[in-house]
Nanobody, 123 residues
Framework: VQLQASGGGLVQAGGSLRLSCAAS????????MAWLRQAQGKEREFVAAITTSGGATLYADSVKGRFTVSRDNAKNTVYLQMNSLKAEDTAVYHC?????????????????WGQGTLVTVSS
């Protein structure tokens, strides 16, 4: 299984970025997909997740209303549109996949992880 995240970079506060995560080696449409992030010196935290069909999503309170998670099962790809970025959004963003039932917000519930993409927001 491989999850390849991309789209990170340096952006000014208030700006936008779109992250992508391309999956291979798994039946993508059977996996709940999530984004989690880890800032330097901090624990990994849940950002957003989307169910297998894309019919339901869940967001951390800190990103609700600013970030949107979506998926394209035909392309085996999950996206994270990030708007109104803040300095505190600076982190390495990882995509993750789980075949468990129900959206999980803790890292240990995810079976597969990508290598991460760095997002840096300058204030």
């Amino acid at each position: 299984v491989q999850l390849q995240a991309s789209g990170g970079g340096l952006v000014q506060a208030g700006g936008s970025l779109r992250l992508s995560c391309a999956a291979s080696g798994l039946t993508f449409s059977r996996y709940i997909m999530a984004w989690l992030r880890q800032a330097q010196g901090k624990e990994r935290e849940f950002v957003a997740a989307i169910t297998t069909s894309g019919g339901a999503t869940l967001y951390a309170d800190s990103v609700k209303g600013r970030f949107t998670v979506s998926r394209d099962n035909a392309k085996n790809t999950v996206y994270l549109q990030m708007n109104s970025l803040k300095a505190e959004d600076t982190a390495v963003y990882h995509c993750a996949a789980t075949s468990r039932f129900g959206i999980a917000t803790t890292s240990r519930n995810y079976d597969h992880w990508g290598q991460g993409t760095l997002v840096t927001v300058s204030s």
